[in-house]
């Protein structure tokens, strides 16, 4: 048996707790205590999702191999073992990811081929087993088909920017501060659309009244974030719509007392097990979460907008062709009018956004937000589904940093064999183009099995 798998308990407690998570490892090896180790993670954990930063510095190295220094022999096999272990993987990953992005996400157009795949990986990290013929549902095309437009903009020479909008990725805050930037203008010297489309392309889609040449001068651009911090907001917004007091602000009536008869919701607020339970029965059986869950769409992967252009392609013969996105919602306000300068030069200069969109869940009321985050922070079988769930986000917005624990997953020889296989299954069709509308659950006892 290797002396890496000894002593797992006396490992945990070490300042070498997350060397096999591939993040950071060198420099946590200087923590001696658990508060140490605990005020490390604080400082590299940005919005509870750790992440490959690249070299360590130079005082991180010198901590390492001062703790090499003042160990034991068997501490200092056991580091080593446990370093180059924990290479190997990335080597492996490095190796085998390119490949993999391309079968997903070529030229960014997802193949809708591994769609039913990705659900039957996050299962079986589930322990749910092997189940094929679930997954070629309407549900399940959901989770990556979905797309709500977002604002189009044409300057007096006929240039246009499009910006496609993400839920949970500063969709607000973007919005608003272009509409005030570029489409205050009382001359009529350009046209603003605001983002009251409910969807790229089809009914009510944001590019369909382009013609090709118009399209070709359409600069289109969008914003995205880590795929699990995503998912990670998008619940806790979930969460926030799905409480009492918010349901008694909905329209229609028959909301004011909705009943949530899922496994989930049995479970108290804030805690880890409600999170976890909501994950399960998500990838479990999505169509009767979406009846019962009001508000899924906001998980929905962000690879929805690219799917979108690639109909627009196969289905009108028009070129649709994503200019560029930014991959971090960090320093928003700075960042995204700097992005947009780089990639669509033709639109006015703007400045910093001045406006703040802030959503109420934000404030994390009823501490979903922070259960969800301590979850994905066990890395245990939870943290692996979701990594298999957005596996094509990570493909699609490479320049993402993929976690370890993800990187780890996609090395596997399980899951490479079940992916690359994928072609084989039976694909939804790209075309016709359907709506897009968001999912209106049914009263209890109506829903579809």
């Known amino acids: 048996m290797p002396l890496a798998a000894q002593s797992s308990a006396k490992y945990r407690a070490s300042s070498l707790y997350l060397v096999s998570r591939g993040n950071n490892n060198i420099a946590k090896f200087g923590a001696s205590t658990h508060n140490d180790m ?55 990953f490095d190796r085998f990811w390119p490949e993999m992005k391309e079968f997903m996400c070529p030229n960014r157009r997802p193949n809708q081929s591994v769609w039913s795949t990705l659900f039957i990986l996050a299962r079986i990290e589930l322990g749910f087993g092997l189940d094929r013929t679930h997954y070629i549902d309407d549900a399940i095309s959901r989770f990556f088909i979905y797309h709500t437009g977002g604002v189009l903009y044409t ?51 944001l590019l ?45 009536r028959r909301y004011w007392n909705w009943k949530n008869p899922l496994p989930y919701a049995k479970h108290g607020n804030g805690t880890i097990e409600r999170f976890e339970t909501f994950v399960s029965d998500f990838i479990g059986n999505t169509h009767n979460t979406g009846v019962y869950t009001l508000d899924l769409v906001h998980i929905f992967s962000m690879s929805g907008v690219l799917f979108g252009l690639k109909q627009i392609k196969e289905c009108t013969g028009r070129n649709a062709n994503l200019a560029g996105y930014l991959p971090s919602l960090r320093d928003l306000d700075t960042e995204f009018p700097k992005f947009l300068q780089r990639t669509c030069p033709t639109v006015s200069q703007l400045d910093s ?16 937000y922070a259960a969800a985050k301590r979850s994905w922070e066990r890395q245990g079988k939870v943290s692996r589904a979701l990594c298999a769930l ?31 296989s994928a072609d084989v299954m039976e694909s939804p069709p790209i075309c016709p183009i359907r709506p897009v509308h968001r999912w209106a659950p049914q009263l209890p006892g109506t829903a579809k099995e």
């Open 390 to 420: 957005h596996a094509l986000d990570y493909a699609c917005f490479d320049d993402i940093p993929v976690p370890g624990l993800c990187q780890s997953l996609y090395s596997s020889d399980r899951f490479r064999d079940h992916l690359l």
């Open 353 to 368: 956004f001045r406006r703040k969109s802030v959503h109420k869940s934000q404030s994390d009321p009823d501490n979903n």
């Open 38 to 92: 605990h005020q490390a993670d604080k400082n590299m954990v940005k919005g509870g999702i750790r992440r490959q930063r690249g070299r360590p510095s130079v005082a991180a190295v010198l901590a390492f191999l001062l703790f090499l220094y003042r160990s034991s022999m068997t501490w200092r096999r056991l580091v080593i073992e446990t370093v180059i272990a924990d290479m190997r993987k990335n080597t492996e």
């Open 208 to 252: 369909d009244g382009l013609s090709t040449e118009q399209l070709n001068r359409t600069c289109i651009v969008t914003a995205v974030r880590d795929p699990i911090e995503h998912f990670i907001s998008a619940y806790n917004e979930i969460e926030f719509r799905n409480t009492p007091t918010y349901m008694k602000t909905r329209k229609e």
């Open 155 to 205: 300057s007096p020479r006929e240039d246009r920017m499009a910006y496609l909008r993400v839920w949970k990725a500063g969709n607000n805050q973007i919005r608003f501060n272009l509409e005030e930037m570029l489409g205050n203008k009382t001359d009529g010297s350009s046209v603003f659309q605001s983002g009251k489309t409910i969807s790229i392309v089809g009914e009510d889609g």
